[in-house]
């Protein structure tokens, strides 16, 4: 038994079998007896719900906050929201990362605009500190307080098409609350004595609600005062029982999110420059690609450009795997070594017929189709390579023959209109 930090639903999970392993410090589940195929399917077709309260929180306020993040964080905050690329409002979320002077990743981070001057931005597990203290050392003259919340803040993710349905059954005043809320947008928080919320559960709970996910599909996470945590826990998952949600644990989480071409922190993006990847839209490029449009730590990372290595996504013909995190080697058709292999795992809602990937979600998959589950991950190789190219994964135990994508599992529903996740499938048709 992994002996680490435990978040506040820790005894909930052990007592409905969840299998527990350590990571980032933390006692997590793995999956449950439900079983990590099943917990990834349901996902797709239904909803499932994560702790992920091992999630850390740095909150950013001060007349100079936005000075400060726009220095620290890549996304360019005055043009990052939507199509139009306006600048961050309150209620707003963009995805951005923090680099060190080198131009590598020291992590990724959604980062939320609360107020005028007040900022919460999400971190991965045991980087809070870490992050503040990035902060703090380039704050110079700003006035801006930087504080690590993580101890107060408890976090649980609601994701898959029924998300919505299961909300409803919660929240108070759940039309209202959801009519609107668009991807990447957030309604309430979590600690009224910062910031009133406009958000509750039936039960009054405050909560902040995110349109937002790491499983590529519709989905929301929930920001909870920590000592809320399990009866917010122990209130969502009854009331989505006709709608199929399930408790799932990382192992569906990890799979989920290599097939929604979602990176991990630290393995997938890391010591390296953080250029010639699938992410670099948290990059400020301009219009024509050729530079930033505006300076901030890390910046150096476009000279590094033509020299950095290359990351990639990659699918398989079945769901065979290799191991990941460095482990494998990737050979070309030459037999040549040419990098390695970050993540690799197995999408068991996705599968191949006529040379098509389809997932169980695809609406014109073929009547009989079965997800025989497809191998997939991220690479990283010293020369650039072509979509479409076949290149071979190789570890101790086996051999498996892959190719580059750039995309895995189609029809996601993480952007899709929500009052059209609100609505019954026969309203649709």
Known sequence: MPQGKRTPLYDWHVAHGATMTGFAGWDMPVWYPTGAVAEHRTVITNAGLFDTSHMCAVSISGPDAFDLLQLCVTKDLNACVGATKRPLQPGDGVFGAYLNERGELIDDTILYMIAQGAYLSVVNAGHGREIAEHLK???GGRDARV???SHKVGKIDLQGPLSAKVLKK???????????IQYFGFKGYFEEQQQPSD?????????MLSRTGFTGEFGFEILVSRDRLLSVWE???PAGQDQGLIACGLAARDSLRAGGMLPLSHQDMGSWPFI????????PFDDEGKSFTKKFVGDVVLAERERAEHTYAFVGYDPRKVSGKGLSVVIDSG?????????CVSDMAIG?????????SSPDKPRDFKPGGLSCGFVRVRTALAIGQEVELRDSRRTIKVRIVDDVRPDRTARRPIHDMLRDKEELK
């Open 147 to 149: 504080e690590e919340i």
């Open 235 to 237: 209130n969502i998952l």
């Open 137 to 139: 050392a380039n704050r």
């Open 170 to 180: 919660v929240l108070n005043d759940p039309l209202t609350v959801l009519s609107d």
């Open 199 to 207: 958000v509750r559960l039936i039960d009054g709970t405050p909560i």
């Open 352 to 360: 191949l017929s006529s040379g098509r990937i389809f997932s169980i």
């Open 335 to 343: 037999g040549n070594e040419i990098g390695v292999v970050l993540t």
């Open 276 to 283: 010639n990847n699938p992410w670099t839209f948290v990059l």
